[in-house]
Antibody
């Protein structure tokens, strides 16, 4: 059974960097079929896709335009996980952050989700 | 960017009744449309993809329809576990986008 185990701090100060990891069990971050995503949810923004990474003979990484200047998604094959770094955070980045899987680069719906991590940006 | 609109924020339905939720896309997404169910404190759960294909393990009382810009999710006979928030999501256009959700509550 595939599971996504998220970890990371629940409180980040304004202007600092939000860092989360998503450990994958039962599948591989370097799968030739799966795509690994970060999505967040807040009352003000709703569900918002942030970015994705996938391996098809080489690594591909795509970001949403809304966060492109501040976000980094990194796959880690040694730990079979992916990470999210979002810098220069503001209170508007307060949200529940999810990692999620989809199959292929066309079927961009999410069949597996992590449990979510509530991240609050506050001093 | 394709904007997804779920015009009904809250739908009050009695158990055993039929519920129909709607979703509109600002431009065509063909049938590249998914529906999710979310309960408090949980991640969204995939119900429908391809506008009408049920995901693995989803009961037959859930059905999806529509194409282009107008879509519906129907729950034929609401069970107690179906009271939740439902989201549509398009994946035809970049970036993938979600509707604002419809909460199905007990009448």
């Amino acid at each position: 059974q595939v599971q996504l185990q998220q970890s990371g701090p629940g409180l980040v100060k304004p202007s600092q960097t939000l860092s989360l990891t998503c450990a994958i069990s039962g599948d591989s971050v370097s799968s030739n079929s799966a795509v690994w995503n970060w999505i967040r949810q807040s009352p003000s923004r709703g569900l918002e896709w942030l970015g994705r990474t996938y391996y098809r003979s080489k690594w591909y990484i795509d970001y949403a335009a809304s966060v492109e200047s501040r976000i980094t998604i990194t796959p880690d094959t040694s730990k079979n996980q992916l990470s999210l770094h979002l810098n220069s955070v503001t209170p508007d980045d307060t949200a529940v952050y999810y990692c999620a899987r989809n199959w292929g680069t066309v079927n961009w719906y999410f069949d597996l989700w992590g449990r979510g991590t509530l991240v609050t940006v506050s001093s | 960017e394709t904007v997804m609109t779920q015009s009904t924020a809250t739908l009050s339905v009695s158990p055993g009744e039929r519920a129909t939720l709607s979703c509109r896309a600002s431009q065509t997404v063909y049938t590249n449309l998914a529906w999710y169910q979310q309960k408090p404190g949980q991640a969204p759960r995939l119900l429908i993809y391809g506008a009408f294909t049920r995901a693995t393990g989803i009961p037959a009382r859930f059905s999806g329809s529509g194409s282009g810009t107008e879509f519906s999710l129907t729950i034929s006979s609401l069970q107690s576990e179906d009271f939740a928030v439902y989201y549509c999501q398009q994946y035809n256009n970049w970036p993938p986008g979600f509707g604002g959700g419809t909460k199905v509550e007990i009448k």
